[in-house]
């Protein structure tokens, strides 16, 4: 069965520092997504990405974020220039056209020291 | 603005019990609602959506769903729980826009089973 995969699993960064977080969406899917979720607070839409542009996004995702599909795989998002409370779960999804079923990766645990 | 409201933060029920957790929702239109599953450590697991149409969903490991539009309510059920099911389940919304849409999320309820 096809999944989204992310990469790291795990990262530690030091506060100032960028970091990109790697994601593969499923194959044929076409809308992709980031999502965060700190430490026992809710899951927040960051973003959403089609046709390698931004659709949406919300308050969270300001100019220290970027999303980029750099091949025919791979959506990543970067953080220029970490802060403490970047630290966070973030979740990866994708979508098919037509299809309003978001599949979610494992997620990247981000720690921001 | 949408939101969702999972008014239960934990649950405890003993194996073989029945289970219902409880979402109640805000949004302007017909909403596309979800629910999803996070066991520890693990991403986030489609169990059930509703779109349209019939409003008792039936998901995956026998959990259903009841779309009640009056109620603005769309609760989590299941016959007997297993220990397996043992998790965070998060409740959401979808506000469509252009072709793509954002999923605003429920705080999510904790399950225990207990044996």
């Known amino acids: 069965e096809p999944e989204v995969t992310q990469t790291p699993s795990h990262q530690v960064t030091q506060m100032g520092q960028e970091v990109i977080l790697r994601c593969v969406p499923i194959?044929?899917?076409?809308?992709f997504y980031w999502y965060r979720q700190i430490l026992g607070q809710k899951v927040e839409f960051l973003v959403s990405?089609?046709?390698?542009?931004?659709?949406?996004k919300s308050e969270i995702f300001d100019d220290q974020f970027s999303v980029e599909r750099p091949d025919g795989s791979n959506f990543t998002l970067k953080i220029r220039s970490t802060k403490l409370e970047d630290s966070a779960m973030y979740f990866c999804?994708?979508?098919?056209?037509?299809?309003?079923?978001?599949?979610f990766g494992p997620g990247t645990r981000l720690t921001v020291t | 603005a949408q939101s969702v409201t999972q008014p239960d933060i934990h649950i405890t029920v003993s194996e073989g019990a029945s289970l219902e957790l409880r979402c109640n929702y805000s949004?302007?239109?017909?909403?596309?609602l979800f629910w999803y599953v996070q066991s520890p450590g693990q991403g986030l697991q489609l169990l059930l959506k509703?779109?349209?149409?019939?409003?008792l969903v039936q998901g995956i490991k026998d959990f259903e769903a009841e779309f009640k539009r009056s109620q603005s309510s769309y609760n989590l059920r299941k016959p007997s729980v297993h220990w397996s099911d043992a998790a965070e389940y998060f409740c959401?919304?979808?506000?469509?826009?252009?072709?793509?849409?954002?999923?605003?999320f429920g705080k999510g309820t904790k399950l225990s089973v207990i044996p």
């Open positions: 990405f089609y046709n390698n542009e931004i659709s949406e």
């Open positions: 959401a919304v979808g506000d469509s826009g252009a072709g793509s849409y954002q999923l605003t």
């Open positions: 509703y779109f349209s149409g019939d409003t």
């Open positions: 999804a994708s979508s098919g056209v037509g299809s309003y079923e978001q599949y």
């Open positions: 949004y302007g239109a017909t909403p596309y």
């Open positions: 194959s044929n899917h076409l809308y």
